[in-house]
């Protein structure tokens, strides 16, 4: 069974390249353009792996992200930062990994691999 991965980022253009990306290597993937709505994906959806970005409208990543850190059905989900954001790798504790835009999609797939233990 394929793995599910939630992309939740602002921007359009990096939604649709992470969705391609993950597609092409057999994943599942949900999408949310920002942290309100992203936080409603995971909890309908429950994904296998979270990426996201922190500067968003509505809700920022760093909000989404304490939002799936305090409900339990959510809070051991990897999530995979993904932002062009000074200081990103201070802005969420612990997260699986952090990459700045623009990504590298080999060692970005290598990662998500880990994550979700393929």
């Known amino acids: 069974m394929s793995k599910t991965v939630l992309v939740i980022d602002d921007e ?12 092409k290597h057999g994943y599942l993937v949900v999408t949310a353009s920002n942290g309100a709505e992203g936080l409603s994906v995971a909890r309908d959806k429950h994904p296998d792996l979270i990426t996201l970005d922190l500067m968003m409208p509505k809700q920022s990543g760093t909000d989404c992200y304490r939002g799936l850190q305090k409900d339990a059905a959510l809070a051991k ?3 995979i930062v993904v932002s062009g954001l000074s200081g990103r790798h201070l802005a969420v504790p612990a997260p699986f990994a952090v990459f700045d835009k623009p990504i590298d999609p080999d060692e970005f797939i290598a990662t998500v691999e880990r994550a979700v233990g393929k």
């Open 77 to 79: 989900i990897p999530v």
């Open 12 to 23: 359009a253009d990096v939604r649709v390249f992470l969705e391609t990306l993950l597609k």
